[in-house]
């Protein structure tokens, strides 16, 4: 079991750029595959990122791709969410998201495939 833990998020102007961290503790995240998904009020959960235990593979929505950057260092035990050319439609509480994976190229892009959760980040962007 890995416990996991966002920070990072706040208020962006349209435009901008922040970037999310994930914390995790636990003997497990250097085999885990992580992953980025995102809520907005009266909006489903929503894929964002994801990224296999040995960095190499990585996924994005169509929404993020070639703004947001997913990256990890398992000697930090962190996870990294780097968004750039913020929108408003940006804006939502961001999760992390871990699941034990034997593949080290292996990811998850989606909810229903992960088991560890944090608590979420507020990022929103607004003028």
């Known amino acids: 079991q890995v416990q996991l833990v966002e920070s990072g998020g706040g208020l962006e102007q349209p435009g901008g750029s922040l970037r999310l961290s994930c914390a995790a503790s636990?003997?497990?995240?250097?085999?885990?595959?992580m992953g980025w998904f995102r809520q907005a009020p009266g909006k489903d959960r929503e894929f964002v990122a994801a990224?296999?235990?040995?960095?190499?593979?990585?996924h994005y929505a169509d929404s993020v791709k070639g703004r947001f950057t997913i990256s990890r260092d398992n000697a930090k035990n962190t996870v990294y969410l780097q968004m750039n050319s913020l929108k408003p439609d940006d804006t939502a509480v961001y999760y992390c998201?871990?699941?034990?994976?034997?593949?080290?190229?292996?990811?998850?892009?989606?909810?229903?495939?992960?088991?560890?959760w944090g608590q979420g980040t507020q990022v929103t962007v607004s003028s």
């Open positions: 998201a871990a699941r034990v994976v034997l593949s080290r190229s292996y990811y998850y892009i989606s909810g229903s495939d992960y088991n560890d």
């Open positions: 636990g003997r497990t995240f250097s085999t885990s595959a």
């Open positions: 990224i296999s235990w040995g960095g190499r593979s990585v």
